[in-house]
């Protein structure tokens, strides 16, 4: 199994960014997938997730409303919208993936995304 983050970057408070997770080495249109965050000093926290079909999202309450979780079976990729960016929101997003052979989750290697003027 491998997930390959990608979409981060800076961008001032009120921006938007576009996280995309690309997956490979399992069935992806089966499974459910995550956004998670870890920001410096804090433990890795949910951010939102879909059920393997698209048709029903979790968001944190956090970021409710201003980011908006996507999938698209055929290209093997899930998508993180995040618009009305926050400070806060700094962190690095990880993808995630459920033990789809047992056993533990797996992890892409994060994407930073920065959010300061």
């Known amino acids: 199994v491998q997930l390959v983050e990608s979409g981060g970057g800076l961008v001032q408070p009120g921006g938007s960014l576009r996280l995309s997770c690309v997956a490979s080495?399992?069935?992806?249109?089966?499974?459910?997938m995550s956004w998670y965050r870890q920001a410096p000093g804090k433990e890795r926290e949910f951010v939102v997730t879909?059920?393997?079909?698209?048709?029903?999202?979790h968001y944190a309450d956090s970021v409710k409303g201003r980011f908006t979780i996507s999938r698209d079976n055929g290209k093997n990729t899930v998508y993180l919208r995040m618009n009305s960016l926050k400070p806060e929101d700094t962190a690095v997003y990880y993808c995630?993936?459920?033990?789809?052979?047992?056993?533990?989750?797996?992890w892409g290697q994060g994407t930073q995304v920065t959010v300061s003027s």
């Open positions: 995630n993936a459920p033990p789809v052979f047992g056993g533990l989750d797996y």
């Open positions: 080495g399992f069935t992806f249109s089966r499974f459910s």
């Open positions: 879909i059920t393997s079909s698209g048709g029903v999202t």
